[in-house]
T-cell receptor, first 111, second 116 residues
């Protein structure tokens, strides 16, 4: 089974700082999705990246898909306490698009 | 904005009992999925469903599991004889169309299954 590795597992920063979360695999994905999950709830979609080298921005969040479509990163600029949460990456493979999830990065932003 | 809904939010059952978890996917979506997440672990793929049949399933999805789309709106996951290790959050997801640009899957809020 190919793995989707997320790093770091846990990130604690002060409000106003920047952070980057990484998602790496040895496999090529047709697309990669980033979700945010609150305790006891379902993953909520943030973005889907499809094209190698693609960069998407969502307010203070910047998502990048690697040129080879094997890795991705999420960068948050000037983090706020509301950014606290579990960030999951999930790669889509195969004809039916099943998702393979990373273990997640728990981000804590303190005021 | 359309969303995936799931019922019940929490189901408690005795080992060996049958449970049915229900999902209403987004109305114009064609691909449906079940995933599960054991407490503290990764979200894991169980099964995908398209055109009224299973398109792909994982090793976890054994003979104890089945899925059905009994009408035009519901999508169900049945576990025939629950085991303690089936305790998990079960998520339903749906996707509109085929193709990488439309790979996006939208998840429901989940059903927490507790097997005693």
């Amino acid at each position: 089974t190919q793995l989707l590795e997320q790093s770091p597992q846990f990130l604690s920063i002060q409000e106003g700082e920047n952070l980057t979360v990484y998602c790496n695999s040895s496999s090529v994905f047709s697309s990669l999705q980033w979700y945010r999950q609150e305790p006891g709830e379902g993953p909520v979609l943030l973005v889907t990246v499809v094209t190698g080298g693609e960069v998407k921005k969502l307010k203070r969040l910047t998502f990048q898909f690697g040129d080879a479509r094997k890795d991705s990163s999420l960068h948050i600029t000037a983090a706020q306490p509301g950014d606290t949460g579990l960030y999951l990456c999930a790669g889509a493979r195969g004809s039916w698009g099943k998702l393979q999830f990373g273990a997640g990065t728990q981000v804590v932003v303190t005021p | 904005e359309p969303e995936v809904t799931q019922t019940p939010s929490h189901q408690v059952t005795q080992m060996g009992q049958e449970v049915i978890l229900r999902c209403v996917p987004i109305s114009n979506h064609l691909y449906f999925y079940w995933y599960r997440q054991i407490l503290g672990q990764k979200v894991e793929f169980l099964v995908s469903f398209y055109n009224n049949e299973i398109s792909e399933k994982s090793e976890i999805f054994d003979d104890q599991f089945s899925v059905e789309r009994p009408d035009g709106s519901n999508f169900t996951l049945k576990i025939r004889s629950t085991k303690l290790e089936d305790s998990a959050m079960y998520f339903c997801a749906s996707r509109k169309l085929a193709g990488a640009s439309t790979d996006t899957q939208y998840f429901g809020p989940g059903t927490r299954l507790t097997v005693l």
